[in-house]
């Protein structure tokens, strides 16, 4: 099965509206990496986290190691949001990363 | 400040073909690198990764190599091209040791014909 669940798959948001997305694990993992990816294939790093929450303007997310998942809130979605969201799973510090499958994330006006 | 560059910027080859990518690291000494595949529409696959000059290891191969020639540059090889092949690969780096954040370069979109 999936080591990095991402779930949803796809998301349209209504700009100004809020949403959550959120990885579960079924490996041990040390640290999380959220990044953004554009329709370039550029990706931007959003959030990187040892167990605990972190917050950035309109974005915040959360890993729980005990109940292995990350989540990443995002509220009062603007226009140049849309993209897709990947999150990535540090193990046991072998530097070795497993990536979600991502969130496509529309956001319209 | 940190700058990572890949080369070329997009690739066509024929199956079969040899094929080279690059990726340079400049400002941060002795950093961890890491080579990634990503297929259209795909998430990103871990294919290597080197913490030291001349050390390469393999994460999945995918009949690729890889080595680390100088403690600033990157390279991914094949001497024969498949279609599978074909994809986006990224080049990343993270300081020396481990728990580290991940910084990703722009990337080189490879097609094989």
């Known amino acids: 099965g999936d080591q990095v669940k991402q779930s949803p798959s796809a998301l349209s948001l209504q700009e100004g509206t809020n949403s959550a997305l959120r990885c579960n694990f079924s490996?041990?993992?040390?640290?999380v990496q959220w990044f953004l990816q554009n329709p370039r294939g550029s990706l931007m790093n959003l959030f990187y986290l040892v167990p605990g929450t972190k917050e950035n303007g309109r974005l915040k997310s959360t890993f729980n190691s005990k109940e292995s998942y990350s989540t990443l809130h995002i509220r009062d979605a603007q226009l140049e949001d849309s993209g897709t969201y990947f999150c990535?799973?540090?193990?046991?510090?072998?530097?070795?990363?497993?990536f979600g499958a991502g969130t496509r994330l529309k956001v319209i006006a | 400040a940190q700058t990572i560059h890949q080369w070329p910027v997009a690739e066509i080859k024929a199956v079969g073909s040899p094929l080279s990518l690059g990726c340079t690291i400049k400002?941060?000494?002795?950093?961890?690198l890491y080579w990634y595949w990503q297929a259209t529409g795909g998430t990103l696959q871990q294919l290597f990764y080197?913490?030291?000059?001349?050390?390469v290891e393999s994460v999945v191969q995918l009949n690729l190599s890889a080595s680390r020639p100088k403690d600033d540059q990157f390279i991914l090889s094949t001497e024969k091209l498949l279609l599978s092949h074909s994809g986006f690969y990224l080049c990343a780096w993270s300081l020396t040791g481990v728990f580290y954040e991940q910084y990703f370069g722009p990337g080189t979109r490879l097609t094989v014909l």
């Open positions: 080197s913490i030291t000059v001349g050390q």
């Open positions: 990535a799973a540090e193990g046991t510090g072998n530097y070795k990363y497993v």
């Open positions: 400002g941060k000494s002795s950093p961890n």
């Open positions: 490996i041990a993992t040390t640290t």
